[in-house]
T-cell receptor, first 114, second 115 residues
């Protein structure tokens, strides 16, 4: 198993540009989520999904959209990038969402918005 | 409010000595607790978790953690540190509010093991 994969690893955007961060998992996990990591703030939940076709907002959803058309993929879209979205983004997945299953994280995407 | 605290930004230890990385939590009900490690420019790797049962949990790479309900702590320990253990360590607790399955992370503790 490849586990959780993310592309790209690095990205530089200009303010106002859009892009999609890709996330895929091959473990048949129902639950997937996106976090952003900022210095001194730990990780914060952006959006999550409990299965194909079902998504919902986390604690910092503004400026981001998600969709989940398949079990495997959970892309994160930035519609109009802003410097405040400069961060490291992690995708995570787990078999269930009752809290007892381990959440596995991808390697991250380091995004810089100029 | 539900939260996780890692009181030390950095822990320094000599190779071969025991190490402890501290974590305290605040959550309603019985907590689900996790430790992750992050190596430079890498993602978070799962080390261990406490869901229920034995208070001493053993995990990957020789790490273990002890759940202490009365002190609301979940400290990470290893009997003998290696230079390769140098990394950023995160404690997390599952947020029991709502259905997000969100993990609430501490701000991380940088472990530096000197040879």
């Amino acid at each position: 198993n490849a586990g959780v994969t993310q592309t790209p690893k690095f990205q530089v955007l200009k303010t106002g540009q859009s892009m999609t961060l890709q996330c895929a998992q091959d473990m048949n996990h129902e639950y997937m989520s996106w976090y952003r990591q900022d210095p001194g703030m730990g990780l914060r939940l952006i959006h999550y999904s409990v299965g194909a076709g079902i998504t919902d907002q986390g604690e910092v959803p503004n400026g981001y959209n998600v969709s989940r058309s398949t079990t495997e993929d959970f892309p994160l879209r930035l519609l109009s990038a802003a410097p405040s979205q400069t961060s490291v983004y992690f995708c995570a997945s787990s078999y269930s969402f009752d809290g007892t299953d381990t959440q596995y994280f991808g390697p991250g995407t380091r995004l810089t918005v100029l | 409010a539900q939260s996780v605290a890692q009181p030390e930004d950095q822990v320094n230890v000599a190779e071969g000595n025991p190490l402890t990385v501290k974590c305290t939590y605040s959550v309603s009900g019985n907590p689900y607790l996790f430790w992750y490690v992050q190596y430079p420019n890498r993602g978070l790797q799962f080390l261990l978790k406490y869901i229920t049962g034995d208070n001493l949990v053993k995990g990957s790479y020789g790490f273990e953690a002890e759940f202490n309900k009365s002190q609301t702590s979940f400290h990470l320990k290893k009997p003998s540190a290696l230079v390769s253990d140098s990394a950023l360590y995160f404690c997390a607790v599952r947020d029991k509010r709502g259905a997000t399955n969100k993990l609430i992370f501490g701000t991380g503790t940088l472990l530096a093991v000197q040879p």
